[in-house]
Structure formats: structure tokens, C-alpha cells
């Protein structure tokens, strides 16, 4: 039943297995938008801005009359009114002519250009124009910031301030969204145990670490809580989960024999496709599907749990949401040697140095505190010796 | 009544002003601290693990009985028994002895080390181990991962699911965290309107802009809407805004005579501070208390609005929640020669080309599409002429 597999096969069959998943999508107004992920395009209904606006305080003008314009020999213009912020223009410029207008106001029609107050002179009712203006200087022209019909926003883009200020642009304000997919959380173990411990047991750290985890990756957690290493309690709670989420995550146990009864359990209800990545840490990953949704087995301890969420669990997340392909969040150069072991892929968490280069945090498996000195972790693929001092890496979002 | 500051002035006169706020805290469940800031240093109150723990499946052992140890001629040790997961082992490991342990077993007293099943044969109740292992060889001591006394997390520490593991370990599920700040975010301008359009109208943004950039800052945005350039309804909104709000946010009036207005209505309300900082975008910046409380009047156009968010609201946030001193998310090359104003600070979106070097987005103001495409952005120093392609950058989360 040990089918240990690469991690990018893992990678290849848990999206292959779970792309007839139907992404569900749902519209939420653009008030709640924040950290959501859009499901379609945004394809803007209109040009913004809407009309030719001036950027600077001052007066709109067919720029060809001031052609030549300089201090000693400004161009004179009559004043044909004002035009008020909010107001549509409503009249066209004639030549010889020029307008008031503050910034973010409507050039009139004819008008091709502002020419900013400071450069002006108001002399009964003459404005005397002591600098030329290009056509189009000092003007934000129809469509400039987004065209009718252009893509405004595309899907699979993750919201944030600067999508919500361009779908308010647009006047967008219920937002196509995947739903998020809801990911339960099953931790078991007989040591494991929430609240006070007595001796040879351990908190319970994965049901928090893996429910905050799917939070920040933009799903749901449906925490169910410990389970003993007991077959039937493991077996109850992956059913009671398969019925309430998109997805179930089963981390631990730590003993060989409770690994076995996921694999079984999974087999049982369903179909394992893996059981064995050849990661480091995660080498214990299981992964297969019931009625088409997927159960990942994590191993228990804490640390290596994370990175089968972070390389494995993602993947699917990604996959059902569209987001674009994971880019490192920073390069930086190796301040070390890191050997590997030929074979399988390894994952360091790094902080960077002083020099602004990347030192691994090198941890006995268990130990979760190094997490909280991460920057982020680098990748030692799979058919290397090891990384050399002095490379540059990619380091990741844990 | 125009008294222009550099923006680091700016940053020191919003901090000094702001220092008496005391910031607020509460105490949050464990399942909703994900995102909020300690406002406590949180010290761990007892060692993790708190017992010798294995951190292999295999036999716990005395190592000095392995010693020489081989292939060959291994050590004969009597299998004393079996230690279960999460039970203490609650007796003392003769020499000569070793007792059957999986991962994340505790250690009997006695034991110091553990042996791999797979470095051992079970020969009628003997164990052959096959491998000497040194002292804690494949165990992670107590209080390895966290000390008991040690400080686990510092204040000021902004939650991600790392945080959320070490205080699930260390039994931690009330979290003390600072109270989110509300911000009020108020939109002014004859031209703003939400909904539907008119020639010569345009949509408001900043309200929608200012209010996610409020929440993914931490802080709770109270949302008061658009407002027409008109004294009395500025002041009023002030005035509600300073009722239910620990900070305001006056966007806009695009109008020299609008901005006069928030000016006017600060001062009477309590005391202007500066008017207008020598930074680009973000010049008509406005800053003033009203009974403790800081009104900020930024600039109409969003993308400006967005930069004196980020770089002065911002620092008023990261004072009140105790959040560390920002560094860039990445550094690059520039791609080209940006020339600059002496005497302003200025700041420019980038994104990365296809070879990671920084590339400016220039854009005419008022235009907010360019935040989409951006990666973050860079700061162009105050007295200095530009920066010479080839330099590298420090490019600041957006």
C-alpha cells in the first residue's frame, strides 16, 4: 500500500484528481471584498474617467492659443466662465477663449488642454498665459486610467486595496467571488490533548496551526478538534467532515500504526493515491478522495504538517480558485552550505542575516518555535547535492 | 496658515501628537487572533516540550550502552517493555535495558538517547541494535522548542498562523491583543458620487479605497460616505466621525478652496499642525488633533490619498499597535534613470520585468489602474537628484 511518489508528481496528481471540483462561486458586496478572489474577469463597462479631465487648478484652453506664450509676451485669453467640480461642461470653447476649471474638473468641448494658475493672470476679465501648454497637457483624457471594454481585473486575482479602489472606479459594488472552500481539520494522536497536560502528552498544536493557515490562504477551516488513534473515531470524524467541507485535512498520528488507519480508512471510503512523498519534512503524506473530495493525511508534528499545507494542501487551493503560480517573496544570497539528500525534495525555513543574506534555521523535526524567526523558506530540489554558499535563493511565504 | 514639513517631520510631529493615545487591548480567542497585533509580550509559562521526547520510531535507550555498537557486533540490550503514546513512562531505564518507544514518545528516566527500528532486530525479547547513538540522539529535550521563562513572542508581534502554533503549544487561547483602531473615512468633493454617473462626475473611490486599506492595515474603518464640498456638511461629518472614531480621515476636496475648509474646520474644532508636506504624490496633506484625536486631510486623488495612507496614517497605526519599523518586502535593480525634484521625497509604484529589475509605473495623477499592476513601490530621497539605473532598491509593500 506504500506508494511513495515525487513531490512533483503529488503536485500533479492531487490537481489532476481534483479538477472536475466545480469552483463555486457567490457575489459579496464590495465592502466585504477584502482578501476575496475574483471568479471572472472585470471587464470595465465604461471609460474612467468618464471625460476629459484637468489634473491642475487653473484654466482649460485650446492649447493652440498659447503657442508662443512666454513672461514677456503671455497670451490673452477671454474668460468664458467657470466650470464648477461635478458639472458636465456643457458648451464648447471657442478659439481666443479659456475657462476656469479646478483639478479633477470637466475641460469643455474644443478644449485640449489646462494651464495651471500659477502661470496666469487675471487682468479684467483677460487671462494672460505666461507659459504654453501641448495638447493635452495637464489632462487625464477619456479612458486614460481604464478603457471601455478593457480587462480591467483579471480572475484568479486576490483582492486588495487596489482592486476595491479599481472596481469602485468602475462602479462595481457586488463582486463576483469563488466561495470559500471549506477545509476540515482533523488532528489525532493519543498524546495530543487540549488545555492542561499531564506528562508524556503534548498540546494539541495543528488543529490552530492548520484552521489559522486555511484562513490565511482565503478558505474556511471547519475544525473538528483531537481524535484518539482509534479506528472507528478517525473513520466517524473523516465522515462527519466529508459531509460539512470541500476538503479534509487528517494530521497525524505520530505512530506508524494510526498513519496505517488513515491510509485505510481513505481506501475504505474511498480511493488513496499516494501514501509516501519524497519531501523533506512530509514524507508521510497521504492523499486521496472520497466522491471526488480530497483527504490529505499530514504527518502530526507541527512544523512538518505546515509545509505539506503550504506545498501540497495549496496546490488544490490554488487549482480551485485559479490563483496564479506562487512567486518567492524575496531572492537573497546563501550565508551557508546546505547539503542534501539526493532524492528528495527539502524545505529550510530561513531568516536573513545582517548582510540581508539567508541563514537556514536548522530544527530537530517537533519543533515549531523556529517559525516564528522565518522570513520565509527556501526550496533544495531534488536531484541536487546540496545549495553552495553564496547562491541566490528564492525565499517563500511560509 | 500653509506651513509646509518634510515628510519626515510630517512623521515626527503625527507621532509626537499621537503618543498619549493609549492604545486599547482585549483579550481574543485563540480562533480570532489570526491578523491581530500582542500587545503583550507573551512568556511562556512552562517547557516545551515538556518532557524528552523521541523523535523516532524505534527503542529508548542509555546511549553509553550502544557505544561501539555495529553491523556486525551489535549490542544486546532486554526490551523492558513499551512506552505508549501520551502515557508517562513513570519508571527508570536500567543500564542494559531499552524499551519500545514511537515518535513522539516520552523518554523513561534513565534513557537519554533513542534508537531507529530500523538500526535493530527483536531477537526473542533481546533488542540487537545495530547503530550506537550519542547522548539525545533523536530526542528533543524539554524545553527545546520553547524554554519555560523564555519570552515566546515579542509585543507588537502582528499573528500569522506561526504565532497561532506556538501559542497552541504553549496552552495560550485567550490572547491579549491591542484593540483594533476605527478609523473614519470621509470623502469630499461636489464631483463624488457613488453609483451611477453624469458628465463631469466621477465615482467615489476613496472611500472604498481608504476603508480595505483601513482593514488590511488592522484597523476597523467606520465609513461615513461622500460628502459635498460644503462647510457646514464637512464639519458635521467631522464632528460624527470624531464621536465614534479613534482617527479621522478627510479625502479630497480636490479644490484649493475645498482643502482651505478641512484647514478651517480643524483648526476650530482643536489644532492644525501642518498643511502640505514636501513629498510627491501627497502634497496638500493636512494634519491636526481634535481633543487627542488625529484628523488627516489627504489628497482627493486616490492614488495620492493612498500614498500619504501608507506613509503617514500608517506610521500613526504602527505607533498606537507597537508594530516594528517597515522594511522593504524586496530589493531590485532599477531599470532605468528616474530623475527627481530636489527637495521632496517622492515615491513611485514598480513592477518587476521579465529579468526582476524594478520598473517605475509613471502615471499622470488621479490615476489608480497603475495599483494593480504594481509590485510595491520605491522612495526617491529627499535631497537627492533621482537614482541612476543599476541602483538597488528597497520596493515597500503597497
Known sequence: ????????????????????????????NIENALGRTLCEDIVSPENVPAFDRTTVDGYAVRADDTFGASASIP????????ILMGENAGFSLESGKCVKISTGGMLPAGANAAVMVEHTDNADGLCLVYKSVAP??????TG????????????GTVITPAEIGILASL??????VYKKPVIAIISTGDEIVKGDIKAGQIRDVNTYLLSSAVQSFGCTPYVYGAVRDDYEEIRNAVSVCLEKADAVIVSGGSSAGARDMTVKIIDELGEVFFHGIAMKPGKPT????????????LPGHPLAAYFVFRLIVCEYIKQIMNLPEEKSIKNA???????????????????????????PLHTKSG???????????????RDSEGIDRGTTVGIYRL
Open 286 to 297: 497521504i492523499f486521496g478522495t472520497v466522491n471526488g473530495k480530497p483527504v490529505f493525511g
Open 75 to 82: 497670451a490673452q485669453l477671454e474668460i468664458a466662465g467657470e
Open 1 to 28: 500500500m506504500l506508494n511513495v511518489v515525487s513531490k512533483d508528481e503529488a503536485v500533479g496528481i492531487v490537481k489532476n484528481k481534483t479538477n472536475r471540483a466545480v469552483p463555486k462561486s457567490e457575489k459579496v
Open 171 to 176: 462602479g462595481v459594488y457586488e463582486i463576483p
Open 144 to 155: 486614460d486610467d481604464i478603457a471601455n471594454g478593457e480587462t480591467a481585473l483579471k480572475k
Open 367 to 381: 519543533i515549531i518555535s523556529v517559525l516564528r524567526q522565518a522570513e520565509g523558506f527556501i526550496k533544495i530540489p
Open 136 to 141: 493635452y497637457e495637464n489632462v487625464t483624457k
Open 333 to 359: 544570497v546563501l550565508s551557508v552550505n546546505i547539503p542534501s539528500n539526493h532524492g528528495r525534495e527539502e524545505y529550510l525555513c530561513v531568516k536573513l542575516n545582517e548582510n540581508g543574506e539567508a541563514v
